[in-house]
């Protein structure tokens, strides 16, 4: 059974850099039919989507985000992190991983989420 | 601002239907696939509906979808007090080469 656990901390200052992973198991990060990636969810708002990394290394990023967020993998671990720079207030919110199968649409991308982790609040303190 | 756009609030009584819309363009739901996440207080989101009208498995029936054009629809039919949550539609957008979610729509079970 698949299982997605994010992991990293809960609290970091204004201007530093927010890094968190996802430890899978269930699956491997390397399998050609997913991509893995990340959303937000700041207190009391919507989803967002922060973006994605395939096996091969390649990644889409939410454009709003771009210039801040890196998505990576270590495959000997089977997990993938997030790293976003430069955190304001703005970046507090619930963090979750999670699978997303692949779909072609005249292109091959992330079609959705088929599974999450339970998610993990960061606040960014001034 | 959210690229799809969604009612902010339904609702309806025990046992009656409801149906959320979630409109968008053709570089998102014009020419990708619909998604429909549903998302109860205090959790994490739980996929209802995938590639438009699929419900993965352990997904009542009560949940259908459909899409026509740039807009699609998710109707819970036989409204239950555990149908209270907030629901939200997705799709990959071609232009932005990003997946986009809508602004959610709550569901109140009167």
């Known amino acids: 059974q698949l299982q997605l656990q994010e992991s990293g901390p809960g609290l970091v200052k204004a201007s530093e850099t927010l890094s968190l992973s996802c430890a899978v198991s269930?699956?491997?990060?390397?399998?050609?039919?997913?991509?893995w990636g990340w959303i937000r969810q700041p207190p009391g708002k919507g989803l967002e989507w922060i973006g994605s990394?395939?096996?091969?290394?390649?990644?889409y990023y939410n454009p709003s985000l771009k210039s801040r967020v890196t998505i990576f993998e270590d495959a000997s671990k089977n997990q993938f992190s997030l790293k976003l720079i430069s955190v304001t207030a703005a970046d507090t919110a619930v963090y979750h991983c999670g699978r997303l199968p692949v779909r072609y649409t005249g292109t091959y991308h992330p079609g959705y989420f088929d599974s999450w982790g339970q998610g993990t609040l960061v606040k960014v303190s001034s | 601002q959210s690229v799809l756009t969604q009612p902010p609030s339904v609702s309806a009584a025990p046992g009656q239907k409801v149906a959320i819309s979630c409109s968008g363009s053709s570089s998102n739901i014009g020419n990708n696939y619909v998604s429909w996440y549903q998302q109860l207080p205090g959790t994490a989101p739980k996929l209802l509906i995938y590639?438009?009208?699929k419900r993965p498995s352990g997904i009542p029936d009560r949940f259908s979808a459909s899409k026509s054009g740039t807009s699609a629809t998710l109707a819970i039919s036989g409204l239950q007090t555990g149908d209270e949550a907030d629901y939200y539609c997705g799709a990959w957008d071609t232009s932005l080469s990003a997946y986009v979610f809508g602004s959610g729509a709550k569901v109140t079970v009167l």
């Open positions: 590639d438009n009208i």
């Open positions: 269930g699956d491997s990060i390397t399998s050609t039919s997913y991509h």
């Open positions: 990394i395939y096996y091969t290394g390649s990644n």
